[in-house]
Each structure stands twice: as C-alpha cells, then as structure tokens.
C-alpha cells in the first residue's frame, strides 16, 4: 500500500465550549498537520473559541445539519485538499488525542482503522449506560454476522480512512447513522478494516441524541434501517 504522507484530523463540534479549546491543545500535542473543526451550528462559545485559534481550517454550519452531515463536510474538505489520511474524533473529552500517531500508523496496512471501546485493552473510566451498550452490541452483531469483520465496537467515532478509500464510499446520511451507513459502503466497496483499543470514558449528563432517538428500541430502529436500506443497494 503507499506510505501515507499528508493525513489530516477532522473534529465535528457541536456546542463544546467548554472543550474544545482543550482537546485542540491535546491534538496539536501530538499531531503538526492540517487540522478541519466541522462547527455545526454552535449556539454557546464554540465559535469564539474556533476563531482565536489559528492552526485549525474551519467550516461553519449556520444552522444544525447532524453529525453525519458535519463529518462529510469534513470528509470532503480533506479529499479537495488533497490529505491522503484522515482521522476523525469527537470534541468533547470523551476521545484521547494520544491515540492519533498510532492510528496513522496501523492505517499503513488497511483503509479503515476503527477504534474499538470493547477490546480487551480498552481502559476504562465510568460506566457506559446500559441501554447505549446494548444498542452498540446488538448492532455490532449484525455488522458482523453480515461482513465477517471481527469488529467490536459499531458506533466509535475515533477512526482514521485512508481518503483513497473513502472517494469510493456513496456516503448521504446526515444523522447518528452515519457510521452504519458507512459500514455497507465499506463492505461493498471490499475495504480493509482493523480495529484499535481505545478509552472508554463516559461522562455524567452524557449527550442526549435528540428528537425520539433517546428512546433505546427508537434509536435501534433508525440505525437498522439505514444500515439495512445501506446494504440494500447495488455495489
């Protein structure tokens, strides 16, 4: 496979604040390249704290598209810019930048590398809740059962692409689905897919998904259908 020599970090935020100056910092501790901060339609000091930074490209959201919208924003954006890499990872502390250089270097030998929270040497700190456990469990299962993959964790948003791989990938979800539509167009498009340790840490007052999604058996519903209706389409 060729080496990879321009890799980029891509951040959706949505309304952090209170965070995302600090996991910026973590990040340039151990990442120099091209930085994309994906600003979904921010209502608290998000955008304040975007602008004073210089190392970072920003692109705006003037209202709330969704996290699937915000990371193929981003997505599109490293690929006109010509990064051969990308790493994605959440804004809220709930992702460690320390993983990055070791992403990169596992994605040398595939196209996906995927962090995993249920890896026997994930570390954990506080308690994942219990309805979000199952949801990812039962999900997994069927990802599994279907592709092959020995993958543990469905939902993590800590990954890195190779960009060559995701230009193959017909990616259109704007919501929390996004991973699992990506999943089929993986799997249609045969790519290579490892998976990482990384920390599973949970926070009091964890995100709440919006609309009805915070009911569990509405939010397996939405996920099963757009990985099914993803599936469903010709490769």
Same mark, same amino acid.
């Given at each position: ?8 970090? =891509? ?7 209170? *965070? ?25 000091? +998000?955008? #304040? ?7 970072? $490209?920003?692109? +705006?959201?003037? /209202? ?13 954006? $490293? ?20 993983? =990055?250089?070791?992403? !990169? ?13 249920? !890896? ?7 308690? $994942?809740?219990? /309805? ?8 997994? /299962?069927?990802?599994?059962?279907? *592709? ?10 800590? %990954?890195?692409?190779?960009? #060559? ?6 990616? *259109?979800?704007?919501?929390? $689905? ?6 089929? &167009?993986?799997?249609?498009?045969? !790519?290579?897919? *490892? ?8 926070? &009091? ?18 996920? !099963? ?7 469903? %389409?010709?490769?």
């Amino acid at each position: 496979m060729p080496p990879l020599t321009r890799p980029c970090v =891509i951040l959706p935020v949505y309304n952090e604040g209170e *965070t995302v100056g600090a996991v910026l910092d973590a990040v340039r501790a151990v990442f120099s390249g091209p930085v994309i901060v994906v600003d979904d339609g921010s209502s608290d000091a +998000t955008p #304040e704290v975007l602008a004073s930074r210089r190392d970072i $490209a920003v692109i +705006t959201h003037e /209202a709330n598209a969704g996290y699937g919208r915000s990371l193929r924003d981003g997505f599109a954006m $490293a690929l006109a810019r010509g990064y051969d890499a990308a790493v994605t990872m959440d804004c809220d502390g709930q992702h460690e930048p320390a993983h =990055i250089p070791e992403f !990169l270097s596992a994605l040398e030998l595939c196209d996906i590398v995927s962090g995993s929270r249920y !890896l026997p040497d994930s570390p954990a700190c506080g308690v $994942a809740p219990p /309805a979000r456990q199952d949801v990812n469990r039962r999900v997994t /299962a069927e990802i599994r059962s279907v *592709t092959g993959w020995q993958i543990t964790d469905a939902f993590c948003g800590f %990954k890195a692409y190779r960009t #060559e791989a995701l230009e193959r990938l017909r990616l *259109t979800e704007d919501g929390y $689905a996004l991973p699992l539509e990506l999943w089929a &167009e993986a799997y249609h498009a045969g !790519l290579r897919v *490892t998976e990482r340790p990384v920390d599973r840490i949970y926070f &009091e007052g964890d995100r709440s998904f919006g609309q009805d999604l915070d009911d569990p058996e509405h939010r397996l519903g939405y996920y !099963l259908r757009v990985w099914r209706d993803a599936l469903a %389409k010709e490769a």
